[in-house]
């Protein structure tokens, strides 16, 4: 199932949430939804659901017009971040709610959710209560639970925000093969950019209820349109040289041991050991900060210690307009 955003809009009071958002999402793709906190990504994503009616502007389904349509009848599985499982029902129970309001008859119902534990790795779990779960069983419980009406559209709602880091890792590639072997169209919120990175097809950011920019991972980190976008999807140095202010990634300073031809000294402030790679930050000479990140080997040549004095070129520079270089809370 596709989806096509146009024009969508939503205020509250004087706030506004959503303005004049357009997006298209192609069938069977995973989507994610990137931008930092209160930018109206969770306000976007209800308004899909159904859970919001928008200002202005239509939500459009497969071709079909569903901005006015009611929640229950837009086909669509939605996941919160709370995961929201009923507490005083059993797995099979919560997997199967949906399909018991529909009246679909038990033993089918069983059936389905014996699949879906098949599907989401968790076989045998059925009589187990949600507090006899961790996080990011539960977790799993809450996508089998959206799935079980065999939706054509996925929403989630930063899914794994509340996880440790290991198992927020484990469950981007467990969601990945999820989405592999379902094919269901998925969207997927989320405020971590490496996240995004990681399990979408495409990416969408937000900031301040807009659309800054949207294609693949690769296109989004390699040709960001704005200074907002590099920062938000990956590290960037900010340096004012001679052509004025300059966007470089870390990987793109080069560092030396003796002066050359436009390269500007700095001395170490600080140095992360980064296994493969070596993070190093130099204070330069008038006050700015740059971080280099090179090669491990690279960094023992350099004899890169507290206090060494290194020599910085910069390598691919990108300049955006200056008041483009927004704040960013993630």
């Known amino acids: 199932?596709?989806?096509?955003?146009?024009?969508?809009?939503?205020?509250?009071?004087?706030?506004?949430?959503?303005?004049?958002i357009d997006i298209d999402i192609p069938s069977g793709s995973l989507t994610?939804?990137?931008?930092?906190?209160?930018?109206?990504?969770?306000?976007?994503?209800?308004?899909?659901?159904?859970?919001?009616?928008?200002?202005?502007?239509?939500?459009?389904?497969?071709?079909?017009?569903?901005?006015?349509?009611?929640?229950?009848?837009?086909?669509?599985?939605?996941v919160f971040q709370s995961y929201a499982l009923f507490p005083h029902l059993n797995v099979a129970d919560n997997i199967g709610f949906g399909l018991s309001v529909r009246g679909v008859p038990k033993s089918d119902r069983d059936a389905r959710v014996r699949e879906l534990l098949d599907l989401v790795r968790l076989p045998g779990h059925e009589t187990r209560m949600p507090h006899q779960l961790s996080g990011g069983q539960r977790q799993r419980i809450a996508l089998a639970r959206a799935l079980a009406a065999k939706p054509k559209f996925l929403?989630?709602?930063?899914?794994?925000?509340?996880?440790?880091?290991?198992?927020r890792k484990e469950l981007r590639r467990w969601l990945r093969s999820l989405h592999l072997e379902t094919h269901v169209t998925t969207l997927i919120v989320t405020h971590d950019a490496d996240e995004a990175m990681d399990i979408a097809d495409r990416i969408v950011l937000m900031n301040d209820g807009r659309i800054q920019q949207s294609g693949s991972p690769a296109e989004l980190y390699a040709d960001p349109r704005t200074?907002?976008?590099?920062?938000?999807?990956?590290?960037?140095?900010?340096?004012?040289?001679?052509?004025?202010l300059r966007y470089v990634r870390p990987h793109d300073v080069d560092l030396e041991r003796t002066p050359s031809a436009g390269a500007v000294p700095g001395r170490v402030q600080r140095v992360i050991?980064?296994?493969?790679?070596?993070?190093?930050?130099?204070?330069?000479?008038?006050?700015?900060?740059?971080?280099?990140?090179?090669?491990?080997?690279?960094?023992?040549?350099?004899?890169?210690?507290?206090?060494?004095?290194?020599?910085?070129?910069?390598g691919r520079r990108r300049a955006f307009p200056e008041h483009d270089d927004k704040e960013i809370h993630a």
């Open 227 to 244: 200074a907002f976008v590099m920062r938000f999807l990956g590290d960037a140095n900010a340096v004012r040289i001679e052509e004025g």
């Open 1 to 20: 199932m596709s989806l096509r955003i146009e024009g969508l809009s939503k205020r509250f009071g004087d706030l506004h949430a959503l303005s004049d």
């Open 155 to 167: 929403l989630l709602d930063e899914p794994f925000a509340a996880l440790d880091l290991n198992v």
């Open 273 to 314: 050991d980064l296994g493969a790679r070596t993070q190093i930050e130099l204070a330069l000479d008038d006050g700015q900060h740059v971080v280099a990140d090179v090669p491990e080997a690279r960094a023992s040549a350099l004899g890169a210690e507290l206090g060494t004095v290194l020599y910085a070129t910069f």
């Open 32 to 78: 994610a939804l990137l931008g930092p906190s209160g930018c109206g990504k969770t306000t976007l994503l209800r308004t899909i659901a159904g859970f919001e009616l928008p200002d202005a502007g239509h939500v459009v389904l497969d071709g079909r017009d569903v901005t006015k349509v009611r929640l229950g009848a837009r086909d669509i599985g939605f």
